[in-house]
């Protein structure tokens, strides 16, 4: 019997395109691409923002650009940025916590036509298998935030095959770390690892296809507000149905047993008739 071979180990392919980070632009030659963030905005969430003040938005993207920096220092140069100590000792945790082990940060994808994006964390998981994290500094993960976030992961892991023909993805998720005081004087620390379940790869080059097509997208997931709102008791609903179900199913278990041993073929209360089926042969 023939041994199995170890996959070989897969490194990770350069894109060849420029960002620049002043402006936020990405080039492969001569040819300017369009990165994911604007194109989700676009598409699926242009009111995330609509109610939020630019000086807030300002502070928020500074403390933002601040975390992703030190985590980048840390996990490139194993430097520590004592501004955000405790950010980057929750970064490790989670890294523990989880067994992620870094392989690159700020890694850009691109079909090579009209995308480009880097990719905030990329973790090898073994020779052809890698995880990919998006750090965020949000004070509240919001479902929608967190849906933006799928997209976001999805996309970024259709791009990551693409450009790394043998080169699988496992895990999809957010690390939500933040350590900002809030107006009313206390300390807003959240450090969470948050796994997200991937959008298949065609539907999400459906979406790409329709922004480069000027088309306005679809989303098979867009449910109204007032049923999104209600998830976790239609999951509480379906969980108390399905546990329904076995308990009866194992009571009527009991009642087939003792009735088959006591001969009997019919049981009946002031509320409730029970008859056996008898076994038959039907031909």
């Known amino acids: 019997m023939a041994k199995k071979t170890e996959s070989a180990r897969i490194e990770l392919k350069d894109s060849k395109v420029i960002f620049t980070e002043q402006d936020h632009t990405y080039k ?115 479902p929608d935030k967190r849906e933006k976030a799928r997209w976001q992961l999805s996309i970024y892991a259709y791009l990551f095959e693409l450009q790394n023909k043998k080169a699988k993805v496992n895990r999809l998720f957010i690390i939500h770390i933040r350590n900002k005081m809030k107006r009313s004087g206390n300390m807003d620390h959240i450090a969470d690892f948050i796994e997200v379940k991937r959008i298949p790869a065609e539907i999400c080059k459906e979406l790409l296809d329709c922004d480069v097509a000027g088309i306005q997208f679809k989303n098979p997931y867009s449910i109204p507000y007032r049923y999104r709102n209600l998830e976790s008791r239609i999951a509480e609903l379906i969980k108390q149905k399905n546990d329904a179900e076995q308990e009866l199913a194992a009571i009527k278990s009991d009642i087939l047993t003792e009735m088959e041993e006591a001969e009997q073929k019919t049981w009946a209360t002031d509320t409730m008739h029970i008859t056996r089926k008898l076994p038959s042969f039907r031909t």
């Open 28 to 142: 492969l030659g001569d040819k300017l691409l369009s990165g994911i963030t604007g194109m989700l905005s676009r598409q699926l969430f242009p009111d995330e923002y609509k109610d939020v003040d630019p000086e807030t938005l300002n502070k928020a993207a500074e403390y933002g650009t601040g975390v992703h920096k030190a985590i980048e220092m840390f996990d490139v140069e194993w430097d520590m940025d004592y501004d955000h100590e405790t950010e980057i000792e929750d970064y490790k945790a989670i890294c523990s916590a989880n067994n992620l082990t870094h392989e690159s940060t700020e890694y850009c994808v691109t079909d090579g036509e009209h995308w480009a994006s880097n990719i905030d964390k990329v973790y090898r998981v073994s020779a052809d298998t890698f995880d990919l994290g998006d750090l965020k500094t949000y004070g509240a993960m919001t």
